[in-house]
């Protein structure tokens, strides 16, 4: 009897532990969707998230591939960033401006890609807006306006189809374009095959393929994918709409889809340094010593045409043009390959017009600082 006494007891304590764990489990659970939910209310109360567009701030266009959305107010969140992505009345990711220069100011028309537009970053960390800020000191006769005409994806190409469409209007005093050598020649090569160019002298595009299409074609072939159970997909179909208002639960998908994303760049990298001779999966052939240098000059001639128009356009309305090289830092710290930033001194020589490059002086700075 004794014995069995022993077991009752044993089996009520293990109860009891059990029900304990269970309740600081359910506490620590509530306790972290109470401090989630007061975070997230806080965050969305202070960006205005309640006025926030659900639609993406970019659309398709037959003239161009794809363009900014005017007065778009959008919460861009990816595993990299959580930020508020505004465009103005302009179609621009950038403050808000009139169409006509002001007396007294004289305006810098910034063209280029992602890095321009400032993807992944809040406005006022874009390198526009620091450009602007820096320049306008005190005691400067003229207010210096410094527009974002960046817009991700772009390369000469498609800048040169913008600055058309931008020049009557925009009157810039000078144009500047941000020459990205890790994609733009690639994004060049894409979009000039991809385009129908017509008799007229103008281009037009059917949808909205993007240069690293191919590469995801080709990942998403060889990707081992994982199948769901149907009971496990039949109990998340059910329960989603009721899982995800939670914030706890939303944080905890956010954390997987990080991992998911980090695991997809290491394929990309993967994919990138096998087949580094195609640059249907290497945008940045032209910065890696593969093929051999007069086929990677081949790939140049389109990239150095279009830059010839954009140039050629800033003569005809009599505006100075600079090109600012942005490097590719992780490219060029492997390889020590500096024919790229070669041949863009080269591009000015020839165009006579003065070129920035932004690497000796990126090279002073630490990673960290950097």
């Not at 028309?109 to 807006?129: C, H, K, N, R």
């Amino acid at each position: 009897m004794i014995k069995n006494g022993k077991v009752n007891t044993s089996k009520k304590l293990w109860l009891l532990n059990l029900i304990i764990l269970i309740v600081s489990l359910s506490i620590s659970v509530l306790l972290a969707e109470l401090i989630l939910r007061v975070r997230d209310q806080h965050y969305d109360a202070k960006v205005g998230y309640q006025q926030l567009d659900e639609k993406k701030p970019y659309e398709f266009s037959t003239t161009r591939h794809h363009q900014l959305i005017p007065n778009a107010h959008y919460r861009h969140i990816e595993p990299e960033f959580n930020y508020i992505w505004t465009n103005n009345s302009l179609g621009m990711r950038d403050r808000e401006r009139s169409s006509e220069k002001g007396p007294g100011s004289f305006r810098i028309l910034f063209l280029g890609d992602s890095f321009v537009q400032g993807w992944g970053v809040p406005l006022e960390q874009t390198m526009t807006t620091l450009l602007e800020d820096s320049l306008n000191k005190p005691g400067r006769e003229k207010t210096i306006e410094v527009l974002n005409a960046g817009v991700f994806g772009y390369s000469p190409f498609l800048e040169y189809l913008y600055l058309k469409e931008l020049m009557p209007s925009i009157e810039p005093d000078l144009v500047i374009v941000g020459f990205f050598p890790g994609n733009d020649v690639g994004d060049d090569y894409f979009y000039t095959h991809y385009a129908h160019f017509k008799a007229d002298g103008s281009v037009s595009f059917d949808d909205q393929k993007w240069p690293w299409s191919y590469r995801d074609e080709v990942l998403d072939g060889t990707a081992s994918k994982i199948v769901d159970s149907d009971y496990i997909s039949s109990f998340w179909g059910r329960f989603k709409p009721w899982l995800l208002r939670s914030h706890l639960v939303f944080a905890i998908k956010n954390l997987g889809a990080q991992i998911k994303y980090r695991r997809q760049k290491g394929r990309e990298e993967r994919l990138v340094r096998d087949r580094r001779d195609d640059i249907r999966i290497n945008l940045g052939l032209v910065n890696y010593p593969v093929l051999d240098r007069n086929q990677r000059l081949q790939y140049w001639e389109l990239s150095k045409r279009y830059l010839a128009d954009i140039h050629r356009l800033c003569k005809m309305y009599e505006v100075p043009m600079v090109l600012v090289v942005i490097p590719a830092l992780y490219i060029f710290d492997v390889n020590q390959f500096k024919e790229p930033y070669d041949m863009v001194d080269e591009i000015g020589h020839d165009l006579s017009i003065p070129v920035i490059q932004l690497l000796p002086e990126f090279q002073k700075w630490s990673p960290e600082k950097l």
